[in-house]
Each structure stands twice: as C-alpha cells, then as structure tokens.
C-alpha cells in the first residue's frame, strides 16, 4: 500500500537532485568571501533544514498516533525520525568538513549552532534504545509517541534560541544582515532544498513500503502456522 | 581557541577547497548507497520469506486436496458394494 507512487517520485527525485547538482556546480556564482569552499553550502545546509523539520514532522505523526490509536501513524513516526538521524549524520560530517577547509577546525565547541544541533541528534540517537528497551509493542509505540511529540516541540524552541544567541563564526543563512543569499545562489539553494526534501520523502517511503512488506510476511506466516482442517500442525520456521 | 580561528580567513584556493567539496559530496553519497544497500538486502529477505511462504502455502494445498480425496474414497467403496449386492 505505501508502494503506491514510489516509482514516479523516485524519478523525481533523482532528476531533482541531478538538476540540483548541476546548478551548484555550472550556475551558482562562487562566494566572494569562500571561493570554491561554500559549494557545500547547498548541501549541508538543506540537509541541516530536512533533518530539522524531519524530526518535527516525526512528532506531528507521534500525535496523530496518541489521538487516534492507529499503529500505522506510529510507524510514521519512527521512519520519519530514523530518517532524520541518517540526514543528521550527513549534516555532522558535512558541517565538520566545512569547518575545517574555512576555520581549519574540525568542530568549535564555543559556536552555539553546532552545539545545539549536536544536542538535538543526540538527543534523537537515544530515541532506538528508548523504543527497544520497551517489549510490549502497544506500551513501546505509545511512549516512543510522547519522546516523538517532547523532541519534536525541542527542534524549534532549539532553534530560536539558537538564533537569539550570539554567533561567534557560524553564519546565519538567512539572517536580513551579513547572511542573505543574492538572487541567483538563492535559487540554487532552493533547488537544493527541494531535492533534498524529496530524497527524504522518497527514503521515508522506501522505508514504509519495506516495513509494510515485513509486516504482511509476518502476518502470512501466523497463518501458515495455523493448523489446516484434518492435516496435522506445521510450524513453518522463521527466517531471520 | 577562539582568538585563534581566522573570522575573515581569505578563500582557500580551487585545487585544496576542491579536495573538502568533493569529500563532503562524496560522504552524502556514501550513505545513500550504504542506506540503499542495506535496504536491498531486507528486500531480498522478505522476497525469499515469501518464496518460502508461497511454498508452505503449496504443500498445504496439496496436503488438503489429499486428504479430500481419501475422505471421498472409503464412501465409493461402500457405494461399489452396495450396488454388487
């Protein structure tokens, strides 16, 4: 059933991102101040806003799931956050590498939107043991809903006071001063911000269709398992 | 450490920022493939459950229809030696 339309929107996403690519490196003007070292701009930052708001719309899902009692937007939520994470890894390497070409550091503890993602991916790396350590299903997806919907209000309140803050040399993107971007890099970030959102969605997708697939073997399984009328009981093997 | 970072360091120039550019895409690669990969090989899994399953299905079909037929097979004995007396 979420199997429906992945064709269609991996096409998409995979002309998007080559679409994308290919502005950043044939039509975004390089960086007066960066030169060639802000080429990873277009990449790292669009991966910081996907993961953000990935984890933000994990709590959403964590919500719906707690109003409605319907599993299917528990499973949502858990691949909406695990998707996150992967985006969040990216960014944390990404981010480091960054640092080092134009600060010739790998990581400054002192910069407050580094810390605070750190704080944030950390926070949501601890959400697998958080959910695993709870056996009873019904009892794990609720609770991992209320870690979801807690996180997730977090994001944005991290967020804000992040931009409240003092930045020592971390660049605010879309700061009035000292941060805009011109009309042309502007378009290419958004490009860039366009495919990344949609690579998310796809792998969000992707993910379902599996778990979904997963979950009906499991099912045909116990079934299988069932004793037929008038032949003996059969338990066919799990296969791990 | 702070006093120490260069606020207004000058660009770095194409051959070494080329180096931190390509490494920061191909990492994004990486993962996408690892992700991708790791995802194929649960596909494969849940293929080769079903194929299984699909087999088990099989055999209990036939075992079914087996069973069926020596059900129905003492009842046409009993009809055969009916109609002979």
Redesign the interface.
Known sequence: MYGKGLRPLSIATVAMLALSLSLVFFYAPLDADQGFIQKIFYLHVPLAITALVGFVVGGVFAIAHLRSGNRKWDAYSYVAIHMSVIFGVAVLITGGIWAKASWGHWWVWDEPTLVSFLIVFLMYATYYPFRYAIEDPERQARYASVFAITAGAFVPLNFMAVRMAESLVHPRTFATANGGLPGEMMFVFLCSLTATALLWITLVKFELTAKSASGQVKRLRRALDAPAPGAASRIAPEVS | ??D??????P????D???K??A???I??LV??VV?VAI?AA??Q??E???R??AG??EQ?KR??ER??SE?AAPGREAEEVASDV
Do not use: H, S
């Open positions: 450490m702070l120490l970072l260069p606020i207004a360091a660009a770095l120039p194409l070494e920022a080329g931190y550019v490494g920061a895409y990492v994004f993962l996408i992700y995802m649960k596909l899994r849940i080769r459950e079903l299984e399953l088990f299905a209990r075992d079914e069973a069926k059900e």
